[in-house]
């Protein structure tokens, strides 16, 4: 069993310290990493379905990071505010110079529904580009109708029948469906700047944006 991967330096460290904290704040609370063929993969859930009666969107979150060592091969879904907790301890200056950084995993989580739903890593065929101007504008009505429906105070499962509403809602605009919880979740994990482009993927009845900052996949 891998214990442990190595970032090629202390940029990537901060990145995925940046990417982390902000999955933390809109996800379910962990994130399932993929390493192999030098690359760590991390995915976080946005939005997922409660069951399979739920016919809510699921929407996650990507970014990938270069590893030391592309013989490494691990899967495993850990909690983000472990790792988090796991990454802040670590030194990475030695005399000023930075080097690779190895990160301990922590202890595994049990298995959840979100992770056992898993998009294509092939076959995804491009759509063009979407304006993200648009995404910006659906994310923000979309958070404004979720902040006026919810009092203080809400119950979880009306928040989640609130957001499932609002979020699982096409854009309008764009000529594949996507739910509109793709664009809260490219706002949200701070992958749309408004002079990069963000292309549209599709792939069976997953959805992809992809931009230089990360990926967001919906089904």
């Known amino acids: 069993m891998v214990q442990s991967f190595s970032l090629v330096d ?4 901060g990145d995925l310290k ?11 609370g962990s994130v399932r990493l993929i390493g192999g063929q030098g690359v760590l993969a991390v995915y976080a ?9 739920d016919g809510g969107p699921t929407v996650l979150g990507l970014r990938t990071f270069a590893l030391t060592d592309r013989d490494v091969a691990f899967d ?18 030695v005399n000023g110079e930075t080097g690779p950084v190895e990160v301990q995993l922590p202890a595994p989580e ?27 504008r659906s994310a923000g009505e ?3 109708e979720v902040a006026a ?9 009306l928040v989640h029948k609130v957001r499932t509403e609002v979020w699982g809602r096409p854009i309008e605009g764009i000529g594949r469906q996507t739910a509109a919880g793709a664009a809260f979740a490219a706002v949200s994990l701070g992958f749309l700047r408004p002079d990069d482009p963000v292309a549209l993927y599709e792939s069976g009845p997953w959805t992809r944006l992809s931009t230089r900052r990360g990926h967001v996949l919906t089904r």
């Open 10 to 13: 202390a940029l990537s460290l």
């Open 110 to 136: 049990g298995p959840t529904a979100w992770a056992g739903i898993s998009p294509p890593r092939g076959g995804w065929t491009n759509l063009g580009l979407v304006d993200s101007a648009l995404l910006e």
């Open 142 to 144: 979309g958070i404004s």
């Open 149 to 157: 429906a919810l009092p203080p105070d809400t119950g979880e499962q």
């Open 45 to 53: 859930s946005v939005l997922a379905p409660k069951g399979l009666l």
């Open 18 to 28: 940046v990417y982390l904290g902000r999955a933390a704040r809109v996800g379910t």
């Open 76 to 93: 495993e879904i850990v909690s983000i505010r472990a790792l988090l907790d796991r990454l802040a301890l670590l030194s990475v200056v």
